[in-house]
Nanobody, 124 residues
Framework: QVQLVESGGGLVQPGGTLRLSCTAS????????MGWFRQAPGKEREFVAC????????TYVDSVKGRFTISRDNAKNTVYLQIDSLSPEDTAVYYC?????????????????WGQGTQVTVSS
């Protein structure tokens, strides 16, 4: 069965950096776009970034452009999210998800499998 397992979250001071990882199994990883979403306390889950299947084209929500970098290693079945210059507003549970196809997707409805999430807390 499909499994998506996130790791790399934690407590970080403002201005710090984190790299989240999501290791996938149960499907041909390179054939699907992968995305990251986040859900802050009391807010709806929101799209953060997506990377396409084989070509590795990326897209981001405007609010994270320049600070977040999504990447993938198809040989390791893993997608990453590098987060730089963390601020308290980045505090959230971060989820990785498998899109329904290899092309870029930005809405939750276009994702068919989800990880359990990893908590990122930014605080001094």
């Amino acid at each position: 069965q499909v499994q998506l397992v996130e790791s790399g979250g934690g407590l970080v001071q403002p201005g710090g950096t984190l790299r989240l990882s999501c290791t996938a199994s149960g499907f041909t990883f390179s054939m699907y776009a992968m995305g990251w979403f986040r859900q802050a306390p009391g807010k709806e889950r929101e799209f953060v970034a997506c990377i396409s299947g084989r070509s590795g084209i990326t897209t981001y929500v405007d609010s994270v452009k320049g600070r977040f970098t999504i990447s993938r290693d198809n040989a390791k079945n893993t997608v990453y999210l590098q987060i730089d210059s963390l601020s308290p507003e980045d505090t959230a549970v971060y989820y990785c998800a498998r899109a329904s196809s290899a092309t870029l997707r930005t809405t939750m409805e276009d994702y068919i499998d989800w990880g359990q999430g990893t908590q990122v807390t930014v605080s001094s």
